[in-house]
Nanobody
Framework: QVQLVESGGGLVQAGGSLRLSCVMS????????MGWLRQAPGKEREFAAG????????DYADSVKGRFTISRDNAKNTVYLQMNNLKPEDTAVYYC???????????????WGQGTQVTVSS
């Protein structure tokens, strides 16, 4: 089994910043990718950012491109999401997830964390 534990969510004013962290433990994979997905109240879950663990290449949803940065620390099995210039529409529960397939800009991930709430006030 894979355990994913997110942290770093909270309440921030519009224009502010937050950094989310996600530590992965348990089962290991020879090749995998990690992503941050989010779900706002009354909306479907959507892809926000993803990173290929081996290469470090990244992909972002258009709505967060230029404001969010995903990164990883291989030694700590940790993935981060730096969120800058936050907007009220970024308010959502943010989930860390692992995908064993090659595509990262998708909501079809295999393992999920519990989620962390991000609230951006106007």
């Amino acid at each position: 089994q894979v355990q994913l534990v997110e942290s770093g969510g909270g309440l921030v004013q519009a224009g502010g910043s937050l950094r989310l962290s996600c530590v992965m433990s348990g089962r290991t994979f020879s090749n995998y990718n990690m992503g941050w997905l989010r779900q706002a109240p009354g909306k479907e879950r959507e892809f926000a950012a993803g990173i290929r663990w081996k290469s470090g290449s990244t992909d972002y949803a258009d709505s967060v491109k230029g404001r969010f940065t995903i990164s990883r620390d291989n030694a700590k099995n940790t993935v981060y999401l730096q969120m800058n210039n936050l907007k009220p529409e970024d308010t959502a529960v943010y989930y860390c997830a692992v995908r064993t397939g090659p595509l990262i800009a998708t909501t079809e991930y295999d393992y999920w964390g519990q989620g962390t709430q991000v609230t951006v006030s106007s």
